[in-house]
């Protein structure tokens, strides 16, 4: 089994920064890409950042130099850390990470649970 547990989420005044983080574990052989994705109410779930396991990243252009994206392969954790925050960035966020487990030698998407961020004007 493998689970992917995010934290940090909360409410923040427009203008703050949150941290947000993801641990994966269980049966984790190696993990691959990890990413982040927002889902606003209403609205499709969509990209917010995503890092390869040698840590190149990418990002929309809706959070370019304010949000940055990292991760301790040792702890197959990925944060997301969110600066200059707006209220059009309130949403739930999820990570994700494809990984290969110990028993199955496909990579496959892991999902986690999401976490609310909700940002005050």
């Known amino acids: 089994q493998v689970q992917l547990v995010e934290s940090g989420g909360g409410l923040v005044q427009a203008g703050g920064s949150l941290r947000l983080s993801c641990a994966a574990s269980g049966s984790i052989f190696s993990v691959n890409a990890m990413g982040w994705y927002r889902q606003a109410a209403g609205k499709q779930r969509e990209l917010v950042a995503a890092?390869?396991?040698?840590?190149?990243?990418n990002y929309a252009d809706s959070v370019k130099g304010r949000f940055t994206i990292s991760r301790d392969n040792a702890k197959n954790t990925v944060y997301l850390q969110m600066n200059s925050l707006k209220p059009e960035d309130t949403a739930v966020y999820y990570c994700?990470?494809?990984?290969?487990?110990?028993?199955?030698?496909?990579?496959?998407?892991?999902w986690g649970q999401g976490t609310q961020v909700t940002v005050s004007s």
């Open positions: 994700n990470a494809i990984l290969q487990t110990d028993y199955d030698t496909r990579t496959r998407l892991y």
């Open positions: 890092i390869t396991s040698g840590g190149t990243a």
